[in-house]
């Protein structure tokens, strides 16, 4: 990780990936909310993890950018967990990051009920993670959800520290708060021992700026093409069946062309000419 700020753009299917990378994003988040919304499901750990490691593939396969998934809280205990980060890792991804959660999780903005797993317990979950990804580039974020369940500062300062101990190779803490001050606060009480990853969110008005000075890392948009696609979708399904028709939103949707151009048909076209023999 660079001393930059940099930002990973949420995906969920490999067209999403692949949109966010021809936009110019250099880094992907497999976000969970996102690929349990897009499968139908709700984001408390309802998506299996081989469901969420075949989507998390079919998007490494697509893009060339790095991805980094969201494991939510490793899928049971540090075996499950070890596991998962494995597959991950096979199948292509750059990173996984877990929350010290218990399973199952409930999605961070839901509710206000959000138990924390204990700190030793974590601890070995991201310690075999790391005993099992071994020296390879694949980078574990420890996920500290203490402000989210309403513990304070010390809470998640001691967690992120014991975090560190145990191998992790950034920190992403995470607020529900409309304003950054509780994740700036934590950031300058951190002092970028790791790099330090936000997730806007809530907070979404704060300008980056402000993050480039607080000497955070990487800013996450953890669910934003999920959140476009579904406004979209809902606009032009009404329009459609209001105005009987589809003239009306032909100009407001993606064309045909611009969906085989971002799928690579022309690369079919090249092949075609190469290798099917015509007699
Ligand atoms: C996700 O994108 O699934 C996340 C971020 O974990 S949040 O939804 O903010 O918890
Ligand atoms: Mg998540």
Not at 163 to 190: K, P, V
Request: negative net charge; hydrophobic residues 45%; glycine residues 8%.
């Amino acid at each position: 990780m660079s001393d930059e700020l940099s930002f990973l753009m949420e995906a969920h299917d490999a067209l999403s990936a692949t949109i966010a990378e021809r936009c110019g994003f250099r880094g992907l988040w497999a976000s969970g909310l996102s690929i349990a919304s897009s499968l139908g499901y709700r984001d408390a750990n309802e998506a299996s993890w081989s469901e969420m490691v075949d989507a998390v593939e079919r998007m490494a396969e697509t893009v060339q950018v790095p991805i980094l998934v969201d494991g939510d809280s490793g899928f049971g205990n540090f075996n499950n967990a070890r596991l998962v980060a494995a597959k991950m890792c096979q199948r292509g991804a750059a990173g996984i990051c877990l929350e010290d959660k218990w399973f199952p999780k409930m999605n961070s903005f839901v509710g206000d009920h959000h138990p924390l797993a204990e700190i030793g317990e974590f601890c070995g979950r991201l310690r075999a993670v790391k005993d099992t990804v071994g020296d390879s580039d694949f980078v574990l974020v420890a996920r500290v959800e203490a402000l989210i369940a309403g513990h304070g500062q010390e809470e998640a300062l001691k967690r992120a520290h014991a975090y560190a101990e145990s191998g992790a190779d950034a920190i992403l803490i995470h607020s529900r708060l409309s304003t950054a001050d509780e994740i700036l606060a934590f950031a300058q009480l951190w002092q970028n021992r790791l790099p330090l990853i936000i997730v806007p969110t809530k907070y979404y008005r704060t300008p980056v700026s402000v993050y480039r000075t607080a000497g955070i890392s990487t800013v996450i948009w953890a669910n934003h093409a999920m959140r476009a696609a579904v406004a979209a979708m809902r606009q032009v399904c009404g329009r459609i069946l209001s105005e009987e028709g589809i003239a009306g939103i032909e100009g407001d949707i993606a064309s045909l062309d611009e969906v085989f151009g971002l799928l690579r048909y022309d690369e079919l076209a090249a092949a075609e000419k190469r290798y099917l023999s015509s007699g």
